[in-house]
Nanobody, 124 residues
Framework: QAQLKESGGGLVQAGGSLRLSCAPS????????MAWFREAPKQDREFVAA????????YYNDAVRGRFTISRDNAKSTVYLQMDSLKPEDTAVYYC?????????????????WGQGTQVTVSS
């Protein structure tokens, strides 16, 4: 079974930076879109950013545009999320996801391979 594994979460002060990584584990597969979602306490999971396999296009939630940067290494099927100027409201569990069907999407139901999540906590 194809899976993803995140790393790089932790505790950081407001204004600081973290870099999340996500790599495949288990059965190998060829991802099209790769993305990050996050889920804050008592809130629904929300889209953060996506990187398409088409023309290196990237997409961002307005709340993180200009502060977060998504990138991918297609040779390793790995995706990264560089998070700068972090705010307390960025505190959440961050999930990595991949779609084997869609080249890009904001919708979590179009992603069929997921990681288990990594906690990011931003203190004020």
């Amino acid at each position: 079974q194809a899976q993803l594994k995140e790393s790089g979460g932790g505790l950081v002060q407001a204004g600081g930076s973290l870099r999340l990584s996500c790599a495949p584990s288990g059965r190998t597969f060829n991802p099209k879109a790769m993305a990050w979602f996050r889920e804050a306490p008592k809130q629904d999971r929300e889209f953060v950013a996506a990187a398409s396999d088409y023309e290196d296009r990237t997409y961002y939630n307005d709340a993180v545009r200009g502060r977060f940067t998504i990138s991918r290494d297609n040779a390793k099927s790995t995706v990264y999320l560089q998070m700068d100027s972090l705010k307390p409201e960025d505190t959440a569990v961050y999930y990595c996801a991949a779609s084997t069907t869609y080249s890009s999407s904001y919708y979590e139901n179009r992603y069929d391979v997921w990681g288990q999540g990594t906690q990011v906590t931003v203190s004020s």
